[in-house]
């Protein structure tokens, strides 16, 4: 059974940095695509950012590009990260990881497998 568990949300105040972590587990092989999102209360879930396994291409939503990066463990690990810097209010959400992109990777429906999210808010 697949499972991803998010780390590393928390308070910070505008301007500063906070790094997620997405581990998961009961799978062998690497997912084709892993991405995060974020929702805020009364709000559909958001695309963040998203990165392929083969090749490790990235992708950003307008919204971040510039300020978060999306990286992923190269030891073979289905491990995925997200930095965010220069945080505003804005991003204040729950931040969940995705992972199997059955299509194209910046829609969440295309994804198989979820996280439970993991808050970040950014006090101004």
């Known amino acids: 059974q697949v499972r991803l568990v998010e780390s590393g949300g928390g308070l910070v105040q505008t301007g500063g940095s906070l790094k997620l972590s997405c581990a998961a587990s009961?799978?062998?092989?690497?997912?084709?695509?892993m991405g995060w999102f974020r929702q805020s209360p009364g709000k559909e879930r958001q695309f963040v950012a998203t990165i392929r396994w083969r090749g490790g291409s990235t992708f950003y939503a307008d919204s971040v590009k510039g300020r978060f990066a999306i990286s992923r463990d190269d030891t073979g690990s289905n491990t995925v990260y997200l930095q965010m810097n220069n945080l505003s209010p804005d991003d204040t959400a729950v931040y969940y990881c995705a992972a199997e992109s059955l299509g194209s990777s910046w829609i969440s429906d295309h994804y198989e497998f979820w996280g439970q999210g993991t808050q970040v808010t950014v006090s101004s």
């Open positions: 009961g799978r062998s092989q690497n997912f084709n695509a």
